[in-house]
């Protein structure tokens, strides 16, 4: 079983949006943007309309 007052000590809130700009080196910003970019083309539903142009 789970001990909430335990588990409440352990706990360590996430860094802000500033913090973690200001912890990151420029080059690094941009692979986290470049990996983020990659993961949405992924998950974005494709329009059947442009699947069937490719298989043309």
Same mark, same amino acid.
């Given at each position: 079983?789970? %001990?909430?007052?335990?588990? #409440? ?7 802000? #949006?500033? /913090?973690?700009?200001?912890? #990151? ?5 941009? /692979? ?10 992924? %998950?974005?539903?494709? /329009? ?9």
């Amino acid at each position: 079983m789970l %001990n909430f007052k335990e588990e #409440l000590k352990k706990y360590q809130p996430l860094m802000e #949006l500033d /913090d973690i700009q200001s912890a #990151l080196q420029p080059s690094q910003m941009q /692979d986290l943007l470049d990996i983020l970019q990659h993961i949405a083309k992924e %998950n974005k539903p494709q /329009d059947p309309s442009a699947s069937q142009a490719e298989e043309a």
